[in-house]
Protein backbone atom coordinates (compact mmCIF):
# COMPACT_ATOMS: atom_id res chain seq x y z
CA UNK A 1 0.00 0.00 0.00
CA UNK A 2 2.97 2.50 0.87
CA UNK A 3 4.44 1.72 -2.38
CA UNK A 4 0.83 2.70 -4.73
CA UNK A 5 0.73 5.75 -2.67
CA UNK A 6 4.19 6.95 -2.91
CA UNK A 7 3.78 6.00 -6.88
CA UNK A 8 0.20 8.19 -6.25
CA UNK A 9 1.89 10.86 -4.63
CA UNK A 10 4.64 10.91 -7.39
CA UNK A 11 2.18 11.12 -10.39
CA UNK A 12 0.50 14.18 -9.00
CA UNK A 13 3.66 15.51 -8.45
CA UNK A 14 4.89 14.79 -11.91
CA UNK A 15 1.46 15.97 -13.19
CA UNK A 16 0.97 19.17 -11.38
CA UNK A 17 4.89 20.38 -11.45
CA UNK A 18 4.57 21.42 -15.47
CA UNK A 19 1.58 22.91 -14.49
CA UNK A 20 2.73 25.01 -12.65
CA UNK A 21 6.25 26.29 -14.37
CA UNK A 22 3.78 26.78 -17.57
CA UNK A 23 1.84 29.29 -15.69
CA UNK A 24 4.61 31.14 -13.96
CA UNK A 25 6.84 31.27 -16.46
CA UNK A 26 4.55 33.59 -19.10
CA UNK A 27 4.10 35.65 -15.89
CA UNK A 28 7.87 36.12 -15.73
CA UNK A 29 8.90 37.03 -19.20
CA UNK A 30 5.76 39.57 -19.66
CA UNK A 31 7.02 41.70 -16.22
CA UNK A 32 10.47 41.99 -18.43
CA UNK A 33 10.50 45.23 -20.48
CA UNK A 34 11.17 44.65 -24.06
CA UNK A 35 13.81 46.22 -26.23
CA UNK A 36 11.99 46.29 -29.14
CA UNK A 37 9.99 49.83 -28.90
CA UNK A 38 13.92 51.16 -28.98
CA UNK A 39 14.24 50.20 -32.03
CA UNK A 40 14.14 54.01 -33.59
CA UNK A 41 17.66 54.34 -32.18
CA UNK A 42 19.42 52.48 -34.73
CA UNK A 43 21.13 54.58 -37.25
CA UNK A 44 23.73 56.46 -37.21
CA UNK A 45 23.39 60.10 -36.04
CA UNK A 46 26.35 63.21 -36.64
CA UNK A 47 26.53 65.35 -33.62
CA UNK A 48 25.54 68.80 -34.94
CA UNK A 49 27.87 71.83 -34.56
CA UNK A 50 30.69 69.12 -34.06
CA UNK A 51 33.72 68.57 -36.27
CA UNK A 52 33.10 65.83 -39.03
CA UNK A 53 33.27 62.65 -37.93
CA UNK A 54 31.51 63.07 -34.13
CA UNK A 55 29.18 60.21 -34.90
CA UNK A 56 27.24 58.27 -32.64
CA UNK A 57 26.66 54.72 -34.45
CA UNK A 58 23.79 52.03 -32.79
CA UNK A 59 23.28 49.02 -34.12
CA UNK A 60 19.94 47.08 -34.45
CA UNK A 61 18.70 44.80 -31.69
CA UNK A 62 20.18 41.54 -32.08
CA UNK A 63 20.47 38.87 -29.62
CA UNK A 64 19.12 40.68 -26.83
CA UNK A 65 21.34 44.14 -27.29
CA UNK A 66 22.02 47.26 -29.31
CA UNK A 67 25.41 48.04 -29.30
CA UNK A 68 26.73 51.40 -30.30
CA UNK A 69 30.07 53.53 -30.52
CA UNK A 70 30.25 57.29 -30.08
CA UNK A 71 33.27 59.04 -31.52
CA UNK A 72 34.51 62.99 -30.79
CA UNK A 73 36.50 64.51 -33.59
CA UNK A 74 38.18 68.19 -33.39
CA UNK A 75 41.16 69.76 -35.57
CA UNK A 76 40.84 66.31 -37.57
CA UNK A 77 41.52 63.84 -34.38
CA UNK A 78 39.64 61.59 -32.44
CA UNK A 79 39.81 63.06 -29.04
CA UNK A 80 37.08 61.05 -27.34
CA UNK A 81 34.95 57.55 -27.68
CA UNK A 82 32.98 55.07 -26.50
CA UNK A 83 31.54 52.04 -26.34
CA UNK A 84 27.57 51.62 -25.08
CA UNK A 85 25.36 49.09 -24.77
CA UNK A 86 21.65 48.71 -23.97
CA UNK A 87 20.61 45.38 -22.61
CA UNK A 88 18.82 43.90 -19.59
CA UNK A 89 20.80 43.29 -16.50
CA UNK A 90 20.37 39.94 -14.07
CA UNK A 91 17.23 41.58 -12.88
CA UNK A 92 15.36 42.04 -16.40
CA UNK A 93 15.75 45.57 -16.05
CA UNK A 94 16.61 47.95 -19.04
CA UNK A 95 20.20 48.84 -18.42
CA UNK A 96 22.50 51.49 -20.82
CA UNK A 97 26.13 50.53 -19.61
CA UNK A 98 28.71 53.52 -21.17
CA UNK A 99 32.08 52.54 -21.26
CA UNK A 100 34.04 55.85 -21.59
CA UNK A 101 37.87 56.16 -22.79
CA UNK A 102 40.17 56.67 -19.68
CA UNK A 103 36.62 56.12 -17.24
CA UNK A 104 35.40 53.42 -15.56
CA UNK A 105 32.12 51.09 -17.05
CA UNK A 106 28.79 52.44 -15.81
CA UNK A 107 25.30 51.38 -15.96
CA UNK A 108 22.17 53.44 -15.74
CA UNK A 109 18.61 51.48 -15.46
CA UNK A 110 15.87 52.56 -17.88
CA UNK A 111 13.16 54.85 -15.68
CA UNK A 112 11.09 55.85 -18.49
CA UNK A 113 10.42 53.91 -21.65
CA UNK A 114 7.97 56.69 -23.73
CA UNK A 115 7.22 56.23 -27.68
CA UNK A 116 10.49 57.59 -28.90
CA UNK A 117 12.37 58.08 -26.00
CA UNK A 118 14.11 56.77 -23.17
CA UNK A 119 15.93 57.82 -19.92
CA UNK A 120 18.25 56.50 -17.88
CA UNK A 121 19.40 57.04 -14.30
CA UNK A 122 22.02 56.10 -11.88
CA UNK A 123 21.58 58.26 -8.69
CA UNK A 124 24.91 56.96 -7.13
CA UNK A 125 27.38 57.84 -10.73
CA UNK A 126 29.37 60.94 -10.60
CA UNK A 127 27.88 62.73 -13.51
CA UNK A 128 25.92 62.23 -15.25
CA UNK A 129 23.04 60.70 -13.29
CA UNK A 130 20.81 60.52 -16.15
CA UNK A 131 20.94 60.22 -19.82
CA UNK A 132 18.45 60.97 -22.17
CA UNK A 133 17.28 60.43 -25.73
CA UNK A 134 14.54 61.14 -27.93
CA UNK A 135 13.80 61.06 -31.22
CA UNK A 136 12.73 64.61 -33.17
CA UNK A 137 11.05 63.99 -36.15
CA UNK A 138 12.13 61.31 -38.48
CA UNK A 139 15.82 62.64 -38.52
CA UNK A 140 16.89 64.14 -35.52
CA UNK A 141 17.97 63.10 -32.23
CA UNK A 142 18.27 65.14 -28.87
CA UNK A 143 20.80 63.40 -26.38
CA UNK A 144 20.98 64.65 -23.45
CA UNK A 145 22.80 64.45 -19.66
CA UNK A 146 22.19 65.89 -16.60
CA UNK A 147 22.80 65.56 -12.91
CA UNK A 148 24.65 66.94 -10.23
CA UNK A 149 28.18 68.22 -9.93
CA UNK A 150 29.77 70.16 -7.10
CA UNK A 151 25.85 70.68 -5.73
CA UNK A 152 25.18 72.66 -8.79
CA UNK A 153 23.00 70.80 -11.49
CA UNK A 154 24.20 70.74 -14.62
CA UNK A 155 22.57 69.73 -17.90
CA UNK A 156 24.31 69.04 -21.40
CA UNK A 157 22.64 68.60 -24.63
CA UNK A 158 24.29 66.88 -27.53
CA UNK A 159 21.58 67.66 -31.15
CA UNK A 160 22.25 65.07 -33.88
CA UNK A 161 20.83 64.78 -37.03
CA UNK A 162 20.37 61.31 -38.46
CA UNK A 163 23.21 60.30 -41.74
CA UNK A 164 23.88 57.40 -43.74
CA UNK A 165 26.31 55.14 -41.83
CA UNK A 166 28.40 55.22 -45.06
CA UNK A 167 28.97 58.98 -44.60
CA UNK A 168 29.18 58.93 -41.16
CA UNK A 169 31.88 56.06 -41.19
CA UNK A 170 33.87 57.51 -44.42
CA UNK A 171 34.23 61.28 -42.16
CA UNK A 172 37.78 62.21 -41.56
Given at each position: ?????????????A?????????A???????????????????C?????????S??????L?????????????????V???????????E?????????????????T?????????????????F??????K??????????I?G????????????M????????????
Amino acid sequence: MRHAAASISACVFAALVPLALSTAAPRAQAAEPSLEPLGWLAGCWAAENADAGSVEHWLPLAGGTMLGVSRTVKNGRTVDHEFLQIRRDAEGRVVYVAMPARQKEASFTAITMGEREVTFENPTHDFPQRILYKAVGEDRLAARIEGQRNGTTRGIDFPMRRVSCDVALKAP
